[in-house]
């Protein structure tokens, strides 16, 4: 899991600085070190207690920061930029099925070799469908607003004061399951 977010979040930095903002490189976080992309609160105390009391594992990296206004093409670019984490996830994941059918692992499932190759296809698939759900502040929020005319800007940035709380309502009512498990098993079948 710190894999596949510490890659998640250089693929964000990384792109930003190729399309012009040196925002997250001058910071140091185009870096595969997870400890620069560790948030306190979302990437240790919250799955920590999620998995002590065996609720919900929930919780985030650090987010990247992204100087809009040293981006080209500040719309496309930042949709591009935030469009990169979860396909760096989708990378990971394809090559673990890779890794899951050259090496047998497929016929091993119960081996540890096993279960762990395919355990880094379904995180990876699960953080890039979960990551690109059209709700500010994800990646797909931030992908929608690349895509949609700047006459919904308003409202994006409305929503993205309440997408925090969006996210709990969809996780704690069961919605978010409804939604991400049948395109994220979808992808794995496809890929296992």
Same mark, same amino acid.
């Given at each position: ?19 012009? !903002?040196?925002t ?11 400890? #620069?992309? $560790?948030?306190? #609160? ?10 002590? =009391? ?8 650090k987010?990247?920061?992204v100087? #809009? ?11 591009i ?5 979860p396909a760096?996830?989708l ?11 050259? =090496?047998?692992?497929?016929? =091993? ?5 096993g ?10 698939v @699960? ?7 059209p709700?500010?502040? @994800? !990646? ?7 895509? %949609? ?15 925090? %709380? $969006?996210?709990?309502?969809l ?7 409804? #939604?991400?498990?049948?395109v994220?098993?979808?992808i794995?079948?496809?890929? $296992?």
């Amino acid at each position: 899991m710190l894999a596949s977010l510490t890659v998640h979040e250089w693929a964000h930095a990384w792109t930003a600085d190729r399309l012009g !903002d040196p925002t997250a490189r001058l910071l140091g976080r185009v870096s595969f070190n997870p400890v #620069v992309h $560790i948030d306190p #609160v979302g990437t240790v105390l919250l799955p920590l207690v999620g998995m002590m =009391t065996a609720g919900i594992v929930f919780g985030w990296a650090k987010p990247v920061p992204v100087n #809009v206004s040293q981006l080209g093409n500040p719309k496309r670019d930042f949709m591009i930029v935030a469009a990169a984490g979860p396909a760096s996830n989708l990378v990971l994941a394809v090559l673990a099925a890779l890794v899951f059918h050259a =090496t047998g692992a497929h016929e =091993t499932l119960g081996s540890t070799i096993g279960r762990a190759v395919y355990f880094a296809v379904s995180i990876n698939v @699960l953080l890039a469908v979960f990551n690109m759900l059209p709700v500010p502040p @994800l !990646d797909g929020g931030n992908v929608l607003a690349g895509l %949609l005319p700047d006459s919904f800007a308003p409202a994006i940035n409305m929503m993205r004061q309440f997408g925090f %709380l $969006i996210l709990l309502a969809l996780i704690f009512s069961g919605v978010l399951n409804t #939604v991400v498990a049948p395109v994220a098993n979808a992808i794995e079948r496809l890929l $296992i």
